[in-house]
């Protein structure tokens, strides 16, 4: 089992910016791949960004050039920068990690609200 530990959300103003962390810890090996996903009130989950344990990333569309994805292997954290924040991006924000391209693992979430 992995466990992942989200910290870092809050309210921000339009135009701020909030720094998610995400702390796995447990049985990491083989973990290919980490992320974040957000899920907004009345919608479905949407991917934000992944990061490759290769360090390969990929952005959503709605953050590109907003947000960044990073990862620091010895702390076996993930982080998202997120800068210039819209209203639209207020949503509780998930943590994923997958394990050998095939078991995946959530947080349990942690909460952004960008106050316009």
Known sequence: QVQ???SGGGLVQTGG???LSCAASGTIFGIDRMGWY????GKQRELVATITS???TNYADSVKGRFTISRDNA????YLQMNSLKPEDTADYYCNARR???I???GQGTQVTVSS
């Open 54 to 56: 290769g360090g390969s």
């Open 75 to 78: 702390k076996n954290t993930v």
């Open 38 to 41: 957000r899920q907004a009130p």
């Open 100 to 102: 050998y391209y095939s």
């Open 4 to 6: 992942l530990v989200e």
């Open 17 to 19: 910016s909030l720094r």
């Open 104 to 106: 995946e693992y959530w």
